[in-house]
């Protein structure tokens, strides 16, 4: 079936410390995956942080990078630097870049970044 | 940031109670979905409408939920009779060139 893995948290890093979180998809019933990280600050509301449509493809938004590789089938996110702001949830989802209008999440990736 | 309004932002019923929930999508997107998160961070596709038109929906949605999208007026999702596992975060998300924005959520108790 369709899935997505990414890394478990709680992950905690230091600021100014490198970020790498994993996220792996099966995509076996969507045909044509758009791969997407949201990310859910404190308080607040679900939000887009980046989206990749095309293998091969990298995504940039906010200091974070994620490269969409069809080969490994998968869409980690990284940063170089954290700060303390960038605490928060972060969600990989893989969605039909066909018109079904089917979306896969995660199940999030709790991030604390300490002074 | 997304647009995407939902009220109210915390919902307390108790069992047996119907709950109502309200969305108003982004202006131009085309498509309305709901989801229900729950304890878990899982994220259950619930129900979707193109045009005030319903698209796909689950069991669950069909048989205990009301859902509607009127034009010109928010979409709403209502639980008929609300259980203690239907307490969960309700994302409503509007959809555009395959995207979904999605709005604060409304939290629902059943106590």
């Known amino acids: 079936g369709d899935s997505v893995t990414q890394t478990e948290g709680p992950v905690t890093v230091s600021e100014s410390e490198s970020l790498i979180i994993n996220c792996t998809y099966s995509?076996?019933?969507?045909?044509?995956?758009?791969l997407f990280w949201y990310v859910r600050y404190p308080g607040e509301g679900l939000q887009l942080l980046l989206k990749v449509i095309t293998a091969g493809q990298k995504g940039s938004s906010r200091g974070f990078e994620a490269t969409y590789n069809k080969e490994t089938t998968s869409f980690h996110l990284q940063k170089a630097s954290v700060q303390e702001s960038d605490s928060a949830v972060y969600y990989c989802a893989l969605g039909e870049g066909a018109g079904n209008y089917k979306y896969v999440f995660g199940a999030g990736t709790r991030l604390k970044v300490i002074a | 940031n997304s647009k995407v309004i939902q009220t109210p932002r915390y919902l307390v019923k108790g069992q047996g109670q119907k709950a109502k929930m309200r969305c108003i999508p982004e202006k131009g997107h085309p498509v309305v979905f709901w989801y229900q998160q729950n304890k878990n961070n899982e994220f259950k596709f619930l129900i979707n409408?193109?045009?005030?038109?319903?698209?796909?929906q689950i069991d669950m949605t069909e048989k205990r939920f009301s859902a509607e999208c009127p034009s010109n007026s928010p979409c709403s999702l209502e639980i008929q009779s609300s259980e203690a596992g239907d307490s969960a975060l309700y994302l409503c998300a509007s959809s555009l060139q395959n995207t979904l924005y999605f709005g604060a959520g409304t939290r629902l108790s059943v106590l």
């Open positions: 409408f193109q045009n005030q038109e319903v698209l796909q």
């Open positions: 995509a076996t019933s969507i045909a044509y995956p758009n």
